[in-house]
């Protein structure tokens, strides 16, 4: 199974960027559909982006579209979610999630490996 771990997180100010990672153990990283959760303290942990096992198709929540990104390089093993215009309401711990390729993208339990998470603060 492939095992996730996460970086990039911090704190910055509203309106900042971040650069999130993930990097994947294992040589089948190329056909997995790759997610972004994040939790905040007292809320359910909810879908912030996933993308195809090419890269070609990008799924996001309307709370990022147009603000995050997310991209993949297989050759390194790697998913990345480039978070710009932060705002406080982004704060939560990100992880990084790890499916099969007919998953339903936006539902977590459907994603088979997940990383510790980063812990992502913007303060206002």
């Known amino acids: 199974q492939v095992q996730l771990v996460e970086s990039g997180g911090g704190l910055v100010q509203a309106g900042g960027s971040l650069r999130l990672s993930c990097a994947a153990s294992g040589r089948t990283f190329s056909s997995y559909t790759m997610g972004w959760f994040r939790q905040a303290p007292g809320k359910d942990r909810e879908f912030v982006a996933a993308?195809?096992?090419?890269?070609?198709?990008?799924y996001y929540a309307d709370s990022v579209k147009g603000r995050f990104t997310i991209s993949r390089d297989n050759a390194k093993n790697t998913v990345y979610l480039q978070m710009n215009s932060l705002k406080p309401e982004d704060t939560a711990v990100y992880y990084c999630?790890?499916?099969?390729?007919?998953?339903?993208?936006?539902?977590?339990?459907?994603?088979?490996?997940w990383g510790q998470g980063t812990q992502v603060t913007v303060s206002s």
């Open positions: 999630a790890a499916g099969s390729p007919f998953i339903r993208i936006r539902v977590s339990s459907d994603f088979d490996a």
């Open positions: 993308i195809g096992s090419s890269g070609g198709s990008t």
